[in-house]
């Protein structure tokens, strides 16, 4: 089976989720929605997608020298799934639109995760959403959050997590956000909301997260802390990162002692858009402390993290493949995520 995807939304998010679906086999992509003739529409058009957009912005489009295959309903009604990658609040507004439709739909970590039947993340809780017909692929913060929470869970298990969250101002092309010289809590008022979300997808861990917004516009980084239930040493620690999928360990003896060098090497290894999936831990930051205490560090590309999620979501929802690994292999091998995998 072969499904027809479209992408409701083709901004930092949805143009990256585009070019993922054009290196998948068991997927094809159908065409692409635009509400405005900007930049990203037209090189979307003449590197040979389809585009769709609102009725009444056809004509918009027809002037700035882009043909436009049809409306947004048009294009859902070719579709057998949609990816919504619009702004926060408005996926949910288009939901009654694809539930009309009777299409399936996978919504990004904007929305609540009351909107879907499952908050999804690949390794945590891919099971979960086999044969669903909505999902929330959660938000960047998240995903990174419950990937190195599934490690360490899953090898030496979790008493509780603490973490603080420097959130970048903006993304890199944004110019009406910031902050430009400040630090802004996020809230001010303790905890954050990454905590209630990571237990959207692993309900039984005891977490607790706070967030800071910096002005920087091409990572997050998180310090990490928690308690496990085994005492380890730092060889145990790397031990298990190495065998996680979607999880990198980078020296500082080799460089990386910030994530302007992490964004750096990504371009350096002609990833495009620098485009980083996995979650790059601080090697060294590993630290341990009364012998079941881990502390760490770690940088999250907020503009590509979630990209692989999106398409194993595909994967569980039509049931393409009912082995979560088998799918996160399979995608990432086609994204070209770091990782050795074991036999």
Not at 272 to 285: A, H, T, W
Request: aromatic share 8%; hydrophobic share 40%.
């Amino acid at each position: 089976m072969v499904v027809n995807v479209v992408i409701n939304g083709y901004g930092t998010i949805g143009k990256r989720i585009a070019d993922a679906i054009l290196k998948q086999n068991d997927m094809k992509l159908i065409g692409v929605a635009k509400t405005k003739p900007d930049y990203s529409a037209i090189i979307a058009y003449r590197n040979g997608l389809y585009i769709y957009t609102l009725r009444d912005n056809i004509d918009k489009f027809e002037a700035a020298g882009i043909s436009v295959a049809g409306t947004i309903e048009d294009m859902l009604d070719a579709a057998d799934l949609v990816i919504d990658a619009t702004p926060k609040g408005v996926g949910a507004k288009y939901k009654s639109l694809y539930e009309s439709k009777s299409k399936k739909a996978i919504f990004q970590g904007g929305e609540k995760g009351d909107l879907v039947e499952v908050s999804f993340n690949a390794l945590c809780n891919y099971d979960k959403a086999l044969g669903k017909k909505y999902i929330r692929v959660v938000s960047c913060n998240t995903t990174a959050l419950c990937r190195v929470i599934w490690a360490l869970k899953k090898n030496f298990g979790i008493k509780k997590v603490r973490a603080t969250i420097i959130r970048r101002g903006a993304d890199p092309h944004e110019i009406k956000r910031g902050p430009i010289e400040a630090l802004v809590p996020n809230p001010v008022k303790l905890p954050s909301h990454h905590g209630p979300d990571v237990k959207t997808v692993i309900s039984d861990i005891d977490i607790v997260t706070t967030a800071i917004i910096a002005p920087t516009s091409r990572m997050h980084m998180h310090v990490f802390n928690a308690e496990l239930e085994k005492n380890v040493t730092v060889d145990d620690v790397i031990d298990a990162f190495e065998e996680a999928p979607r999880i990198i360990l980078l020296s500082e003896t080799n460089g990386f002692n910030s994530t302007a060098a992490f964004i750096e090497w990504s371009r350096d290894m002609g990833r495009k858009r620098y485009d980083i999936y996995e979650v790059p831990i601080f090697k060294e930051s590993i630290t341990i402390v009364n012998g079941n205490e881990i502390w760490l560090m770690y940088g999250v590309h907020q503009e590509a993290i979630v990209v692989p999620e999106n398409i194993d979501a595909i994967r569980a929802m039509f049931e393409l493949e009912t082995d979560g690994f088998k799918s996160i292999k399979k995608t990432d091998n086609s994204l070209r995520i770091l990782k050795r995998w074991p036999e």
